[in-house]
């Protein structure tokens, strides 16, 4: 069995001729085919690494024209695959090329050996012909004219006359109102407008129909039947009728004379509006606007009337009737009316039917008219567009002026006051302030007219002039009623002052202090009397402010000033009155002192005899009155201790020598050193026996072991030292003291009893285990006691068991304490969720606290797992210590997340960027719903330990790590490709490159980065249609470009554009400079161009003029030249310059001194012929026509030795030079041989060194 293509068959039936010719017409299609095939492998096969790719000129060229349609011109475009594609089918042309020559040069190797190149596509070309034209019969042709025409009735011609007069009263109508003949309202010209188009449309639709209709009617009524059967009932027959064609013809001239009529009416709109609102406008002032009519308008005078409004907040808006109008309304109530004129003759119905009323018209068809998305249409609504907007934007700049008043307007006026009085009432800063605000309220009279015309808008500024002069008023007034309200109350408040001052002077003295106190006063008194009497003066100035703005204040504060007056007056006579009373009170006091003193000799010599016999109690017993005792004569002696320095006082006051109450007769410090050693033994006794007695017999549940250690400690203390001081003195006391000492002692043995049985740690298993020890029960209740457990239960004779098992619940109330306490902490510790920016979610600050807190918890939490007592807590600790690093490995994800999240989220919520990167933002808009959701929760439920108890959170944030990783990765791809677009990009940070890429709508964007990409341009100029014109540097110094260049297509492209037409720029200056240079004088050519353009032009001519001087035989001569110069443009520097032109001429002089000085060596080493090396190694700049220039047919070249440049034409702006040494020659020199070898240098420092 064989199987056989279809082709390889023949049926009986065929013919053998044709068969042989199909296969054979197969095989040689299959071997082209695979010639084909082999020869686009050999091409696909060669390497593209080292072929040329197209220049980036020829790329700007292609993408420019490809985008160069409206459809894409302003939409960014990620072009790099496009680049891409063009570049590598370029690359395999040229490879095609070179396989097409190896081919053709018959040296092919065995591989090649059968490969045709295929052949060129030939270019067809297109030549003229002649047709052949047929005779025609005349009559025949007569005949059928006649028979397919309709214009051989008289009644139709009579028709078609009746119509076209119809029509041409329509194309004398107007779809819009006449033009206004005086300034009128925007509500009152929308409401003209539109009853003129609905009047229009209504007289379309009844009027000029209805006539038509009965025009047609008449005229065709006698035609009778035939093929102008008017009742024609069978819509097959009408169709084939002339009625139809006649029909159909008055359709169209009806259309044409709408579409006339519409057309007309539009450019009459349209032409009106731009003519009504072409002013030029310069605005000087409020007060001051030029208006100059631009073109011709029929409309003499402003086309809208509106008023200034002022807004609550201090802002100012355009309106009418009061009501705000914005802007944009007077751009969409023009077009509006436009539209609505247009909408309004879309659904004027046709004749056809009403003429033929007797057939069934499923739909009723309009006439067509102008639509508006038509060509005509949407350029008269562009147009009118355009100059709205720009008749706008000087009323805009007009309204931005009374943003000068917008604080004044703005200010709540007592704050306003308020603030302003903050330092309190000055009346010559206050009298300053209110001429201001009179001079200010003048100056609105002046400066604001009533009306005012900005372009097409007559604005009236009644309301804001009104507004402005009364809040300079209100605030004088509120400024004076205020000084007048403070003053009062100042006046009252001297007025207390000096009552406070009468009634201290006036005052009578109960003892010696209060008659100190009051010599005191005195001499306090001038100062207060000073500071009195400028307060006066100050409010005196006061009501001479108000008096001379003769404010209308009440009879009160008349009084109030004259008692203020005579203030100072009566102080100083209460201070005479003051001075007798404390002579008198003196004297009295004096001698009462001293019989004070003598009764407190007595009361000393009482208290010392009963220190003195205080031994004789010895009885403990008596502890608790003996105790009491104590404390009385303590306070006693504290008490004389404090009157004896009274008197002192007293004694000082008087001019008294005074008492030494420690020296004899008194010795009240000896009293007090001698009652010392009794006082703290029967204290502390005392203290001890109320203190043992409730620690014995009181609850033992109740007892604070710390407090029972320290009390016994402390009283065993004292009574231990007071055995030694009695020892030998006092030998009952010292007994006393000895047995009392030997109590303590034997209780002391039992406070480790104490604090054991009673340790916070003590639990049920505890109390077990010490149950099962001793052999029989131990849990104290209520009714247990000390003195039972050591009398009853023995309890001291088995303190060593029970020592060590409350040791060990102390130990495990330690690691209980510690675990409830880092609980505890973290109830309170919450992640700190804060709102990021305007996001709509959160991020979380304050990590280091919580990454802190946990190292802290980890650390002691694996330090008690190594306790030996850890056992009863072994599963909670596990517990603690897992979800301690859960929460650990959760937050050092989500902080790796966060910083990724953060950085990319506000790039990727630019739309441009997410068009260009649509897989990256695509992922990232992924991971950002997470991140939300996740936030969202932790905000909600902020407790930390809790969020973060989910192991499931861990891998959510794992995975949107290495998500956001990728998103960063083709972040960093995409800049790359746009840096390799654009070199200079990769002066820019990524942060900086993304501003700009994720603003390509908005060209200005790129303005603060130009400094960047651009050594010296600063700035460049945009025009209102975003064309850029010239260049600035950062010193301010302008180039105005050869051409505009419009920011279209992506940024890179155009950015290109900037380069070349930077250079272009600096090329064609320096042409023109070298022009100027010729015919000009020196002086003033310095002082005419930008500073680079000088500095190389100067150094062209330098050139120039030093080759001829060598050729001459004249560089003496040149270099007095030289030298001349110098002194020329130092003289310039002496006279009115600019700060650039200073800049430019300081730099001039350094390297004309550099020239001078190069000039004097080679006349020193009489150079005769422009090749000597002397002359050939200095950098030489020449201007010369060169097919590489960056703009015309010449351009700079700079030579040294044999190495040849173009100069790059980098805009450098206007800066100083360094000083032109030696070194920096031989470093010139370097590099350019460097550079002649395809080499490089990076030469550094200040001055290249």
Known sequence: KVTLPRIGVMFLGEDPFIFARRVAN????????????????????????GVPMLAPEQLNRIMSLALN???????????????????????????????????????????MKGIVAPPLMAVSSRSDSELDVPPHDWAQQYCLFNFNSFLTKGELILCIVKTKAENQRILGMSLFAPHPTKTTKPDEFEHMESQAIVAAAAYLKDTWLTSLKNSLRNGLKDVGKGWFNLNETKREVYDISKLKKFMTMINFMMQDTLRALTEESMESYSSFICGA????????????????????????????????????????????????????????????????????????????????????????????????????????????????????????????????????LNVVPEEYVSSFLTEGINADSIRKKLTSLMDLKAGVEDRIPIFMQVGPFELSLDSIRTALQQRYQNLTNLFL??????????????????????????????????????????????????????????????????????????????????????????????????????????????????????EFGSEISSITSIVNNFSKYSDITKVKEIGENVQSINEKLKEYVSRSQLFNSREIALGRSTTDYNSPPFELSKVQKNFEPYSNFWLAAAEYTSCQATWMDGKFNELDPESVDRIAQNCFRVVFKSTKLFDGKLE?????????????????????????????????????????????????DDTFTLRKGLEELKLADQMDPIVKICDVAGKEFAIEQALDKMVNDWKGTELSVKEYRDTGTYVIGGWDEIFQLLDDNIVMTQAMTFSPY?????????DWERGLKLCSDILEQWLACQRNWMYLEPIFSSDDIMKQLPTEGSKFRNCDKLWRKFLKLANEQPSCLLYTDTPELLSTFQTSYLILEQVQKGLSDYLETKRQSFARFYFLSNEELLEILSQTKDPRAVQPHLRKCFEAINK??????????????????????????????????????VERMMRMSVNTQMKHSVADYAVNDRSAWVLSWPGQIILGVDQIYWTKETEQAISDGKLKEYHQQCHQQLLDVTKLVRTELTGLQRVSLGALVTMDVHGRDVIENLAAANLQNPSDFDWAAQLRLYWEASDRAFSGDECTMIRQVENVFRYGCEYLGNTMRLVVTPLTDRIYLTLTGALGMALGGAPAGPASS
Not at 870 to 878: H, I, P
Not at 1021 to 1038: N, P, V
Request: net charge negative.
């Open 26 to 49: 197969a095989l040689q299609v299959r071997r082209n085919t695979h010639q084909g095939l082999m020869y686009n492998l050999f091409i696909d096969s060669m390497p593209v690494e």
């Open 69 to 111: 349609t409206n459809r894409v011109r302003h939409k960014s475009i990620d072009t790099t695959g496009i680049i891409d594609e063009l570049n590598f089918e370029y690359s395999r042309t040229m490879n095609r090329v070179v396989f097409d020559k190896e081919l053709e040069s018959g040296q092919q190797n065995e591989m």
């Open 277 to 408: 609102v072409a002013y030029d406008v310069e605005i000087e002032d409020i007060g001051k606007v030029k208006n100059t009519r631009l073109g011709e308008s029929k409309l003499k005078w402003p086309l809208f009337k509106l008023e200034l409004i002022l807004n609550a907040d201090g802002t100012v808006d355009i309106g009418s009737n009061s009501v705000p109008i914005p802007f944009e309304k007077f751009v969409e109530m023009p077009l509006a009316l436009f539209d609505k004129a247009l909408a309004s003759v879309s659904d004027i119905p046709q004749l056809e039917p009403m003429v033929v009323d007797q057939i069934f018209w499923s739909s009723k068809p309009i006439l067509a008219s102008v639509h508006q998305e038509e060509p005509g249409a949407k350029e008269c609504r562009e147009r009118m567009k355009r100059a709205l907007e720009e008749a706008l934007v000087p009323m805009r700049q007009y309204i931005e002026r009374f943003e000068e008043f917008r604080e004044i």
């Open 481 to 598: 009623s205020e000084v007048a309200v403070r003053t009062k109350h100042i006046c009252d408040e001297l007025n207390k002052r000096t009552e406070q001052s009468l009634k201290r002077l006036k005052a009578s003295n109960d003892d010696l202090e209060g008659v100190s106190s009051l010599e005191d006063f005195l001499g306090e008194l001038p100062e207060v009397v000073g500071e009195l009497d400028a307060d006066i003066k100050k409010t005196l100035a006061s009501f001479e402010l108000l008096d001379e703005y003769r404010f209308d204040y009440t009879k009160e504060d008349t009084k109030r000033r004259w008692a203020t007056y005579g203030l100072t007056l009566k102080v100083s006579q209460a201070a005479d009155y003051a001075v007798n009373v404390i002579k008198s009170d003196k004297e009295r006091f004096e001698v009462e002192m001293l019989e004070q003193q003598e």
């Open 732 to 780: 009952d006391l010292h007994a006393t003291a000895v047995k009392l000492k030997d109590e303590m002692e034997d209780f002391r043995q039992y406070i480790p009893l104490v604090q054991a049985l009673r340790q916070p740690g003590m639990r049920d298993r505890h109390w077990e285990a010490l149950t099962e020890t001793l052999g029989f029960e131990l849990k104290p």
């Open 870 to 878: 850890k056992k009863v807590f072994q599963e909670r600790l596990d």
């Open 1020 to 1057: 460049v100029d945009f025009e209102d249609d975003l064309a850029m014109t010239a260049m600035y540097s950062g010193e301010g110094e302008q180039v105005v470009w050869d051409e505009k260049v419009y920011p279209e297509g992506n940024v890179e492209f155009w950015l290109t554009d």
